[in-house]
């Protein structure tokens, strides 16, 4: 009972902190019924199974805790690649930073104006890849977007995009709390790459919603970094159609506290989803990567790669299921957690599950913790490569089957460049 009362009041601490919309239009009713599902469910706890890795505390409680700025003076991501460019600043669209949103074989609107309006074909996914991403496991952060969004952008595409969609996020406040909320459809054989970076707030709430029709193809590379101090929880939840493909790659560097889940269904036969990340942990660092991936049709393949890089104290966790229904025969299922811990002091907490109903399928699941490879170390000190260098060498190769999943040889190699940097900049 005091387990209960403790969460009802922190989730009511929370809300009363949030300003929700007042002008929904045809999201009032997805929003409705989040709220009432946040309240239902209580925010996150410690002693929750699916957070027994990582404290909620600073992702549930009112106030955002403050994020000291990171200076502004490296050279910007996705610099050299031609992209349009989505800008928000502490949570809000910077449309004079931001490219002209028409563009042919795509409508990008912003949610908080098209939300003004009572009919918009968003109504059909806002809320409502989330609300299935709930069963059977609760994420109530996730509702409490929903409910709670005041921005994001609503994109649908119709066509095979040129060129990619760069949402940028740019942090100017060390109290900003913000809550996006992004939509995407596919239609039936469009194709599309969409690009993250930047730091978005002091804490961040973020959720994706992407609905990918038959054919289609989505492609998907985000960075997280920078600051040092900021926090975050961020939701991808994915429906993908026949013959349909999800792409998807994180790469985290510096941060106190970063919790990524991904939930996918496999609504469609020969669906492919791919979901993959690197993350670097140095001192102060906490992340999680939660993901959930049902097969719910025949000959699908799914593949969840992950990678952590940790030191002086970091800690990495990693939750992955797989889940395969009655009836969806020919799945292949493949999944990796791996860390390379760079001394004694970093910690990797993993819990990887197979739960399967259908009796043709290959699956297969493994996770490994570990240092450098001494004998590898040796060899290439023997033949003149420092100590430092070698061991950046070494990382970089146990950190290449997950950048391998980005099938962009040009963001492949901006990545490669990122996560040298890093290496670079803290080798002894």
Request: net charge negative; charged share 25%; proline share 3%.
């Amino acid at each position: 009972m005091a387990v209960a009362n403790l969460r009802h009041s922190q989730t009511e601490e929370r809300l009363n902190a949030v300003t929700l919309p007042e002008n929904a239009g045809w999201s009032r009713a997805a929003r409705k019924d989040a709220l009432a599902r946040v309240r239902a469910m209580g925010l996150p706890q410690r002693r929750d199974e699916y957070w027994k890795f990582t404290r909620p505390d600073t992702l549930t409680q009112a106030a955002a805790p403050e994020a000291a700025l990171f200076p502004g003076d490296e050279r910007e991501i996705f610099g050299e690649v031609d992209r349009l460019k989505i800008v928000f600043v502490d949570g809000v669209f910077d449309a004079s930073a931001s490219d002209d949103l028409g563009a042919e074989g795509v409508t990008i609107e912003r949610l908080a104006d098209a939300g003004q309006t009572d009919i918009h074909w968003a109504k059909d996914i806002y809320g409502a890849l989330e609300q299935r991403g709930q069963d059977p496991v609760q994420r109530p952060l996730a509702a409490l977007n929903t409910a709670a969004a005041t921005d994001g952008i609503i994109i649908h595409v119709t066509d095979k995009l040129a060129r990619p969609v760069n949402l940028i996020y740019r942090h100017q406040s060390t109290t900003s709390d913000a809550i996006l909320h992004h939509v995407i459809k596919l239609d039936a054989g469009a194709e599309m790459t969409l690009l993250e970076n930047g730091p978005a707030a002091a804490r961040l709430n973020d959720v994706l919603e992407v609905d990918i029709g038959d054919g289609a193809s989505f492609h998907h590379v985000r960075t997280q970094g920078r600051d040092y101090e900021r926090r975050e929880a961020t939701h991808v939840f994915a429906r993908l159609g026949t013959e349909s493909r999800f792409k998807s790659f994180t790469m985290t560097a510096n941060g106190t506290m970063t919790r990524n889940e991904y939930v996918i269904e496999l609504t469609g036969d020969d669906a492919i989803a791919h979901v993959a990340g690197t993350s670097m942990g140095d001192g102060d660092f906490h992340h999680d990567d939660t993901v959930f991936v049902t097969h719910d049709a025949q000959r699908c393949e799914s593949r969840q790669v992950y990678k952590k890089v940790l030191r002086n104290g970091a800690t990495g966790v990693f939750q992955g299921k797989i889940l395969v229904k009655a009836g969806a025969q020919k799945t292949d299922g493949y999944q990796i957690s791996q860390s390379l811990l760079l001394d004694g002091d970093s910690q990797f907490l993993a819990k990887p599950e197979l739960e399967i109903y259908a009796d043709d399928v290959i699956c297969s699941h493994g996770s490994t913790s570990g240092a450098i490879d001494e004998d590898a170390l040796y060899y290439l000190r023997a033949r003149g490569v420092p100590k430092g260098i070698a061991t950046d060498l070494l990382t970089m190769a146990f950190l290449a089957e997950a950048v391998d999943e980005i099938e962009d040889e040009t963001l492949q190699d901006e990545i490669k460049l990122l996560l040298e940097g890093w290496l670079e900049r803290r080798r002894d």
